[in-house]
């Protein structure tokens, strides 16, 4: 198990908003045992005594770290400015998952016991469908910063999300791809051993369907094979006008590699897993072109977006990815929800949540729907010069 410990100091009249390992002295349970989790006043002026204990189960080592690293900058940004905000003070440990669902449902036990009024994560879809159950039926409420997979929320009414679902973000991505490439005929490429992937490609071959595009093949692989040549050799055959592909990034990286090796030109689009800086830092030239559908434009000229950049580029001398930007945002949403009523028990947060509408941030106008899930622009990707920038 890994902990993340980071003290934020604060005067006496500020809030102190404490990333502490779940093992730290005074565990997060006393907060919500003691009834202190109610406050005066609401939004701004929101005032709670005692500290609002919130957990995070984040994939930092293992096979998404890459996703969960993000993630962890993100909630770190966000707890840095709350504490500055004042007025509500956050105990908040993250935990480590090793991208290993077993070690996620030891984490949400953790939680739930220790009386975490709300719990962030896990990073993939595949270990939310069996973590998220424990929180539902504990009544514990959950915000998924990155769980993207159909069904999700189907697991209950606690089960929230701020990430926009592949069945959201795909059909704009191949309605684009299609008036953008002109596709007529495409390979449909997966790996069918993840809930994330296997949701990824139900969302593609529905909208290639809707959009009148033939598939010519689907091909599928393993979520840890790195080797795609033969299959890429078998597509090429088809002469495809494009590559359709759901996988993590641990694939997408030598898929595209070995695809532009082989000499296949034609687009590759990639779902959600593709939406990660690895991709060109790791494929280079040959992510040149690659489509990728997404739920934040780094290039947004919003307010709320333009000073994240800013604070983000500070903090860790790096350009933030999508991962960091919803967990980042995550933290500010549950923040807006407890300061609409003051009040952090589990109960007054799973229906602020559940009334968040027209908020500003980060991904754009963000609201929550009666199914409990984001409702915010998505935008469409291609690699340009070593960036994402918006397909035109």
Same mark, same amino acid.
């Given at each position: =198990?890994?902990?993340?410990?980071?003290?934020?100091?604060?005067?006496?009249?500020?809030?102190?908003?404490?990333?502490?390992?779940?093992?730290?002295?005074?565990?997060?349970?006393?907060?919500?045992?003691?009834?202190?989790?109610?406050?005066?006043?609401?939004?701004?002026?929101?005032?709670?005594? !005692?500290?609002?204990?919130?957990?995070?189960?984040?994939?930092?080592?293992?096979?998404?770290?890459?996703?969960?690293?993000?993630?962890?900058?993100?909630?770190?940004?966000?707890?840095?400015?709350?504490?500055?905000?004042?007025?509500?003070? $956050?105990?908040?440990?993250?935990?480590?998952?090793?991208?290993?669902?077993?070690?996620?449902?030891?984490?949400?036990?953790?939680?739930?016991?220790?009386?975490?009024?709300?719990?962030?994560?896990?990073?993939?879809?595949?270990? *939310?469908?069996?973590?998220?159950?424990?929180?539902?039926?504990?009544?514990?409420?959950?915000?998924?910063?990155? #769980?993207?997979?159909?069904?999700?929320?189907?697991?209950?009414? /606690?089960?929230?999300?701020?990430?926009?679902?592949?069945?959201?973000?795909?059909?704009?991505?191949?309605?684009?791809?299609? @008036?953008?490439?002109?596709?007529?005929?495409?390979?449909?490429?997966?790996?069918?051993?993840?809930?994330?992937?296997?949701?990824?490609?139900?969302?593609?071959?529905?909208?290639?369907?809707?959009? !009148?595009?033939?598939?010519?093949?689907?091909?599928?692989?393993?979520?840890?094979?790195?080797?795609?040549?033969?299959?890429?050799?078998?597509?090429?055959?088809?002469?495809?006008?494009?590559?359709?592909?759901?996988?993590?990034?641990?694939?997408?990286?030598?898929?595209?590699?070995?695809?532009?090796?082989?000499?296949?030109?034609?687009?590759?689009?990639?779902?959600?897993?593709?939406?990660?800086?690895?991709? =060109?830092?790791?494929?280079?030239?040959?992510?040149?072109?690659?489509?990728?559908?997404? +739920?934040? #434009?780094?290039?947004?000229?919003?307010?709320?977006?333009?000073?994240?950049?800013? %604070? $983000?580029?500070?903090? $860790?001398?790096?350009?933030?990815?999508?991962?960091?930007?919803? %967990? /980042?945002?995550?933290? =500010?949403?549950?923040?807006?929800?407890?300061?609409?009523?003051? *009040?952090?028990?589990?109960?007054?947060?799973?229906? +602020?949540?559940?009334?968040?509408?027209?908020?500003?941030?980060?991904?754009?106008?963000?609201?929550?729907? @009666?199914?409990?899930?984001?409702?915010?622009?998505?935008?469409?990707?291609?690699?340009?010069?070593?960036?994402?920038?918006?397909?035109?």
């Amino acid at each position: =198990m890994r902990s993340t410990t980071l003290h934020t100091v604060a005067a006496a009249t500020a809030a102190v908003f404490v990333l502490a390992s779940c093992s730290s002295e005074g565990g997060s349970g006393g907060s919500e045992a003691s009834g202190e989790l109610s406050g005066e006043g609401t939004g701004d002026s929101c005032s709670i005594e !005692g500290e609002v204990p919130l957990g995070a189960v984040l994939s930092l080592t293992g096979a998404a770290a890459s996703y969960g690293e993000s993630q962890q900058r993100g909630l770190e940004l966000a707890a840095k400015e709350l504490a500055e905000k004042g007025g509500i003070t $956050y105990d908040l440990t993250i935990e480590d998952d090793q991208t290993d669902p077993k070690q996620g449902i030891t984490l949400f036990d953790q939680f739930v016991n220790d009386g975490a009024s709300l719990i962030i994560g896990p990073t993939l879809s595949n270990a *939310a469908v069996q973590s998220d159950p424990i929180a539902q039926e504990a009544g514990v409420p959950v915000l998924g910063i990155s #769980n993207t997979a159909a069904g999700i929320t189907d697991i209950g009414d /606690y089960i929230f999300r701020n990430s926009l679902t592949e069945q959201a973000v795909i059909p704009q991505t191949i309605a684009k791809a299609t @008036e953008e490439f002109g596709l007529e005929k495409v390979v449909v490429m997966y790996s069918n051993d993840d809930a994330f992937t296997e949701s990824g490609f139900e969302a593609f071959e529905a909208a290639l369907e809707d959009e !009148g595009v033939e598939i010519a093949d689907t091909l599928t692989f393993s979520k840890a094979d790195t080797d795609f040549r033969a299959l890429l050799t078998e597509a090429q055959g088809l002469e495809p006008d494009a590559l359709v592909v759901s996988g993590l990034i641990e694939a997408a990286i030598p898929l595209v590699t070995q695809a532009r090796e082989l000499g296949i030109d034609v687009p590759i689009i990639g779902g959600n897993g593709f939406n990660n800086p690895r991709l =060109m830092a790791d494929a280079g030239e040959a992510a040149e072109g690659v489509v990728v559908g997404a +739920a934040w #434009n780094s290039a947004s000229d919003n307010p709320e977006n333009q000073a994240f950049l800013e %604070a $983000y580029q500070a903090e $860790y001398d790096a350009a933030p990815d999508q991962f960091a930007a919803q %967990a /980042y945002t995550g933290l =500010m949403l549950i923040d807006e929800a407890i300061r609409s009523e003051c *009040a952090a028990d589990r109960e007054s947060l799973k229906t +602020a949540l559940g009334e968040l509408e027209d908020v500003p941030t980060v991904l754009g106008e963000f609201s929550i729907d @009666e199914n409990r899930d984001a409702v915010h622009p998505a935008v469409v990707q291609v690699v340009q010069d070593g960036k994402f920038a918006v397909l035109e």
